[in-house]
């Protein structure tokens, strides 16, 4: 990744700097997880010192996993300023967002949004075209079957979510010509989108898709966005593919919608639940394909996010804005 220049100025949300003399933005790295030492050479890099949270002005947080300890560790660290997430959908730090640390100072929070948006945009990609090419009939086939499939090329592309994912997937789909719709919270225009829809709009765009993307922020607004009123709508022969989260979708009305050809099929990369248990039904249906949320792997992931929390230290130190922040009311 490189690094964007750092402004000579301020911005208006850029957190005041208490680095003077020229001595390193004071960082913690918690908890031990199996990225902790490329965050800390992260943190290194980017110009700051790696301190215990007692010491900390910022927390680097190191383990998508351990939201739970947040809270006690937090409580060890009444001087972070900047708190910086590993992941892009933040949904077990809502309940700690805040405004200001335990000593009265603005607080910031960032997450790693558009981090991992290339990979994931990739994988998006992939399922698409596995499943309008009929790659999941095909593979558990054990005989010679009857021809099926439609095409990306020339399709109506319908993605839910104007962020970094729809950001990178949508110059991939150029060489198919798609058409292309987003559909988001405000119907600001997108970059490479042929409309803007917002989603009380979701209906009428669904009816005309062949493949639809789930590539959105999980949110109280967010949750079920997809149910038996959007699936009814789409297109017999269209697909829908969720890289995003699986609190998006109602499982058993996509279920249903797979079992009765309301819809082509599904390409899964998150679930509801998740992990998906063994035995659950979706695992059994030939028009879904389920991959088990590798979208970014650890290894495709680490070096991406390890050089956007340099980057932010270097942002930090400077007292200019940092990439990635959070929305705490919004909390995304």
Same mark, same amino acid.
Request: net charge negative; charged share 20%; aromatic share 2%.
């Given at each position: 990744m490189n690094t964007p220049p750092l402004s000579n100025t301020a911005h208006s949300n850029a957190i005041p700097s208490t680095v003077t003399h020229g001595s390193p933005p004071k960082v913690a790295v918690e908890p031990k997880s199996g990225r902790f030492d490329s965050l800390e050479l992260a943190v290194t890099n980017g110009g700051g010192e790696v301190v215990s949270i007692d010491e900390a002005e910022a927390l680097v947080w190191a383990d998508a996993h351990a939201a739970a300890s947040f809270p006690a560790v937090i409580a060890n660290g009444p001087g972070v300023r900047w708190i910086g997430l590993p992941f892009a959908g933040i949904e077990p730090f809502v309940p700690f967002l805040d405004t200001h640390n335990a000593n009265g100072d603005r607080r910031v929070w960032t997450a790693a949004k558009g981090v991992y948006a290339t990979p994931v945009a990739e994988h998006a990609l992939m399922l698409g075209l596995a499943g309008m090419r009929g790659l999941a009939s095909y593979a558990r086939a054990n005989t010679w079957s009857a021809p099926q499939g439609t095409n990306l090329v020339g399709a109506n592309v319908v993605?839910?979510?104007?962020?970094?994912?729809?950001?990178?997937?949508?110059?991939?789909?150029?060489?198919? #010509?798609?058409? $292309?719709?987003?559909?988001?919270?405000?119907?600001?225009?997108?970059? *490479?989108?042929?409309?803007?829809?917002? %989603? !009380?709009?979701?209906?009428?765009?669904?009816?005309?898709?062949?493949?639809?993307?789930?590539?959105?922020?999980?949110?109280?607004?967010?949750?079920?966005?997809?149910?038996?009123?959007?699936?009814?709508?789409?297109?017999?022969?269209?697909?829908?593919?969720?890289?995003?989260? #699986?609190?998006? $979708?109602?499982?058993?009305?996509?279920?249903?919608?797979?079992?009765? *050809?309301?819809?082509?099929?599904?390409? %899964? !990369?998150?679930?509801?639940?998740?992990?998906?248990?063994?035995?659950?039904?979706l695992w059994s249906e030939p028009r879904i394909i389920i991959t088990p949320h590798v979208g970014n792997t650890p290894e495709m992931g680490i070096p991406l996010l390890a050089d956007h929390v340099t980057d932010n230290v270097r942002r930090f130190a400077a007292s200019t804005e940092l990439a990635g922040e959070v929305d705490v009311e919004a909390g995304y």
């Open positions: 993605i839910f979510g104007a962020g970094g994912i729809t950001e990178a997937l949508i110059p991939m789909l150029e060489p198919f #010509g798609c058409r $292309i719709t987003v559909v988001r919270r405000q119907a600001d225009p997108v970059v *490479g989108a042929n409309r803007v829809v917002t %989603l !009380d709009e979701r209906l009428e765009v669904l009816a005309t898709a062949d493949l639809v993307v789930l590539a959105l922020a999980l949110t109280d607004e967010t949750r079920g966005v997809i149910g038996s009123p959007e699936l009814e709508a789409m297109k017999p022969s269209a697909w829908i593919v969720n890289v995003a989260r #699986g609190g998006h $979708i109602d499982t058993l009305a996509l279920l249903e919608a797979v079992r009765s *050809g309301s819809i082509g099929g599904a390409g %899964l !990369d998150v679930t509801d639940p998740e992990p998906l248990p063994e035995g659950h039904a």
